[in-house]
């Protein structure tokens, strides 16, 4: 039969804005927490990653934000450019569980000129 | 450095087919190959992990008899989907690791084989 398609969270942003991208984990006992930045038929390309017992790390041009508390993540992208449209994913990770990640549903970043 | 290469970047094939992917690590030596599939507007859904040397630990609801996984060194593993079929067709995407690493970055993706089974 047919298949439906979901559709992806979008965030459109105009160009030199800031971008915050959201995302809710799902395992408390995670160990660390990575973004992925996917563009159109491509392999997921690593961000920027956070331990557990961190709640903010800073890379060039992107924050990323833990809540243990809550189960959230975020990713603040500085002065948004057209280059950073992609998907975005959040993935994480327990150490000793065979290293796997276990991804978020993703969010569309469009960047608007 | 880190570099994963797959190949091939597309295929076409019919339905009832056989398609090897091949997923190398380039400049280091993988313990632990990763095979994702991903489907249009979704996110990565892991398969199976495949350690160098053994058999493949496959996800629930994936078969192991209709994707095969080898791994027979430690910069090549290899994805074979038996008797493919139109529900097949997706992005498949391997990532590798260097076992039991706990700095960051600890897998690294390959650009994805898309599969379009006719």
């Known amino acids: 039969g047919e298949s439906v398609g979901l559709h992806l969270p979008t965030l459109s942003v105009q160009e030199g804005d800031n971008s915050i991208i959201n995302c809710a984990y799902s395992?408390?006992?995670?160990?660390?927490f990575i973004w992925y930045k996917q563009e159109s038929g491509k392999g997921p390309q690593f961000i920027i990653d956070?331990?557990?017992?961190?709640d903010k790390r800073q890379g060039q041009r992107v924050t990323v934000l833990l809540n243990k508390t809550v189960k959230h993540l975020s990713l603040q992208i500085a002065a948004t450019q057209p280059g950073d449209s992609a998907v975005y994913f959040c993935?994480?990770?327990?150490?000793?569980?065979?290293?796997?990640?276990?991804f978020g549903t993703g969010t569309q970043l469009k960047v608007e000129l | 450095g880190a570099v994963v290469s797959q190949h091939p970047s597309w295929v076409i094939c019919k339905s009832g087919t056989s398609v090897k992917i091949e997923c190398r690590s380039l400049?280091?030596?993988?313990?632990?190959m990763f095979w994702y599939r991903q489907f249009p507007k979704q996110s990565l859904m892991l398969m199976a992990t495949?350690?160098?040397?053994?058999?493949?630990?496959?996800e629930q609801g994936v078969e192991k008899d209709k994707f095969l996984i080898n791994h027979a060194s430690l910069t090549l593993s290899t994805l074979t989907v038996t008797s493919a079929h139109p529900e097949d067709s997706s992005f498949y995407i391997c990532?590798?690791?260097?076992?039991?690493?706990?700095?960051?970055?600890?897998?690294?993706f390959g650009p994805g084989t898309r599969l379009t089974v006719l």
């Open positions: 495949s350690n160098e040397g053994s058999k493949a630990t496959y």
């Open positions: 956070i331990r557990s017992n961190m």
């Open positions: 993935a994480e990770i327990l150490l000793g569980g065979g290293n796997k990640l276990t």
């Open positions: 395992n408390s006992a995670s160990d660390y």
């Open positions: 990532s590798a690791s260097t076992w039991g690493a706990t700095s960051t970055d600890t897998q690294y």
């Open positions: 400049d280091f030596q993988a313990t632990t």
